[in-house]
């Protein structure tokens, strides 16, 4: 579907004020309609509706349509708690009914009673959101909003009215809509939004575009000059942002006072407020359009950038908790290409509420296994299998994340976590020994030139030396000799 808003003049109500005001300004981004073509034709006289269409109230919505009065009670339900969930996150209530007028069938709408604008949207399966806005300058010469009024039109589909109704809402507390990648993602969202429930559940062919689209760079989806109706594909991007942002627990902190700022025409944007975490946005953007799916979960898929991360040293071990209701988890271990490290995971962890308990090693299909990931530069490798325990030689280098395995719709009904503990097989313990014992102290020129290996090294070789000096026995003595021996 392809939705859009504009400011336009409506009727009596609206060119008395911009006959008195003289303002009536569009948001950023959004071309205003020319205020002739958006007077109805009809603007002088009321036509009288058919039967067919009726009027209905509920607490912030006066509806007009030709549903069913079964259809109207599940669609003003509907309405009233996507109203309730965007005033409770705004902390904004909504200031006057909104009027909405929602068609199934144009047959069933008397001639000259919808504007003509508004008949080619519904033909196309669309919506739009008339708004209108009334200011006056103050002492400073600045204009204030003093009064704003929205009617909406959308066919009646799933989430259209709701779509528009979240501009209509906007529009009405605040006076405006915000630049365009911002209204219409939000109003994407709203078209979603469930009490309680953060779980992905969209359209399904946006779904199919985005989870087949090599995924759009944020600044392309954030720049400024955009139009909207300009296609269902760019409102699926400016969902997934938007879904992403209002979400994630790393961004979510600045989302909304970034979007109340736009709202109320403070000088901000996008750049402004996230310009510093462009490559983690990107990175997780990237990861979230790759795993997409029904149930996808963005606030327990974040990934942890605050963590600090560090190299195994000698035979020192490190104990982490990874969940089974979370994505990918930091190990807070960094390796090097070719570190051994060993690991071994103790505990349970269950893949459904009443699901069996199953150890690191998951099931006989793979789920419930525990997976590592390196994630270096911003650039992630292959997920590796562990299970239980084992030794894992790193390919490459990389911070070093956990997590268990399971299908990404699935998440959130995992239960229980393991506590892995890991370490260094380099150089460290009876490893070391049997190497030291046959190569003596060139051992430790294995090191070579990599002056944290070699502090590794002779980290693992002390105490191991002293235990080959006390009970080794006669090789020490031996190996003495032939070093001290002149050539
Ligand atoms: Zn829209």
Redesign the pocket.
């Known amino acids: 579907m392809i ?3 504009m400011r336009m003049a409506l009727g009596a109500f609206v060119l008395a004020f911009i006959a008195l005001e003289g303002f009536a300004q569009g948001p950023a981004g959004v071309k205003p309609t020319t205020k002739k073509n958006s007077v109805r034709p009809d603007a002088n006289g009321p036509t009288p509706i058919k039967t067919l269409v009726r009027e209905y109230k509920s607490k912030n919505f006066l509806l007009h349509t030709d549903l069913s009065s079964k259809e109207v009670t599940e669609l003003l339900n509907r309405l009233e708690t996507m109203l309730r969930l965007i005033s409770r996150y705004y902390g904004k209530p909504n200031l006057q009914p909104i009027e909405i007028n929602v068609v199934q069938d144009l047959k069933n709408w008397s001639e000259g009673s919808i504007p003509i604008e508004v008949i080619s949207k519904i033909e196309r399966r669309e919506g739009i959101t008339l708004s209108a806005t009334r200011g006056e300058r103050n002492g400073l010469g600045q204009i204030r909003i003093t009064a704003a009024k929205s009617i909406v039109w959308a066919v009646a589909d799933r989430g259209t009215p709701q ?2 109704a979240v ?1 209509a809402y906007c529009h009405q507390a605040f006076g405006r809509t915000g630049p365009t990648w911002y ?2 993602g939000m ?1 994407e969202l709203g078209q979603y939004w469930r009490e309680n429930d953060e779980s992905v559940q969209i359209h399904e062919g946006v779904l199919h575009y985005l989870q087949s689209e090599k995924p759009k760079r944020v600044t392309e989806i954030t720049a400024s000059g955009q139009s ?1 109706g300009d296609g269902w594909q760019n409102y699926a991007w400016r969902w997934a942002l938007c879904h992403l942002l209002a979400v994630n627990r790393n961004y979510r902190d600045r989302f909304k006072p970034l979007g109340l700022a736009l709202l109320n025409d403070q000088p901000t944007s996008f750049l402004d407020v996230y310009g510093s975490m462009t490559q983690e946005i990107n990175f997780e953007f990237e990861f979230f359009l790759k795993h997409l799916c029904q149930g996808y979960r963005v606030d327990l898929c974040g990934w942890d950038w605050k963590t600090k991360f560090n190299r195994l040293r000698g035979s020192n071990t490190a104990h982490v908790k990874i969940e089974a209701g979370r994505g990918w988890q930091a190990s807070r271990i960094a390796v090097r290409t070719g570190d051994r490290i060993s690991f071994t995971a103790v505990g349970e962890w269950t893949l459904a509420k009443e699901g069996k308990k199953l150890s690191a090693a998951g099931d006989s299909t793979g789920l419930g296994k525990l997976d590592a990931i390196l994630l270096d530069d911003y650039v992630l490798s292959k997920p590796f299998e562990w299970g239980e325990s084992g030794e894992f030689i790193s390919p490459s280098e990389g911070h070093l994340y956990l997590r268990c395995h399971d299908d990404w719709s699935s998440i959130s009904d995992n239960s229980g976590a393991v506590n892995v503990t890991l370490q260094m097989m380099n150089w460290a313990g009876l490893h070391f020994l049997g190497r030291a014992a046959s190569e003596g102290v060139r051992s430790v020129e294995l090191a070579g030139s990599d002056p944290e290996t070699a502090k590794d090294v002779v980290g693992a070789a002390f105490p191991a030396l002293v235990w080959w000096l006390s009970f080794g026995g006669l090789p020490v003595g031996s190996r003495q000799a032939s070093r001290s021996t002149p050539p």
């Open positions: 939705l859009a808003t779509h528009e501009h209204a219409e109003a909207t």
